[in-house]
Nanobody
């Protein structure tokens, strides 16, 4: 099995920055994709950013130019650098890993952007 542990969430003022980290452990190896999703109350969980084993990235339109996703394959980690945060970014952020036919989720970390 695979475990994902997230860190870096918190409270930040509009225009501020946060860096979310996710470390994967367990029987994970080879080719896999990792990403970050978020879910606000009453809304569907949505993709924020995703990165493949080869380093290709995808971003939700509203975060393009503000967020950057990166990974360290040797350590099975993924980082989401979030800049110029807006109140609409407030949500629980979940780390995601796709390996073979399975999808794994972290417990989530709260990000709150407020004055």
């Amino acid at each position: 099995q695979v475990q994902l542990v997230e860190s870096g969430g918190g409270l930040v003022q509009p225009g501020g920055s946060l860096r979310l980290s996710c470390a994967a452990s367990g029987s994970i190896f080879g080719i896999y994709a990792m990403g970050w999703y978020r879910q606000a109350p009453g809304k569907q969980r949505e993709l924020v950013a995703r990165i493949t084993n080869g380093g290709n990235t995808n971003y939700e339109d509203s975060v393009k130019g503000r967020f950057t996703i990166s990974r360290d394959n040797a350590k099975n980690t993924v980082v989401l650098q979030m800049n110029s945060l807006k109140p609409e970014d407030t949500a629980v952020y979940y780390c995601n890993l796709a390996f073979l036919k399975s999808i794994y989720w972290g417990q989530g970390t709260q990000v709150t952007v407020s004055s």
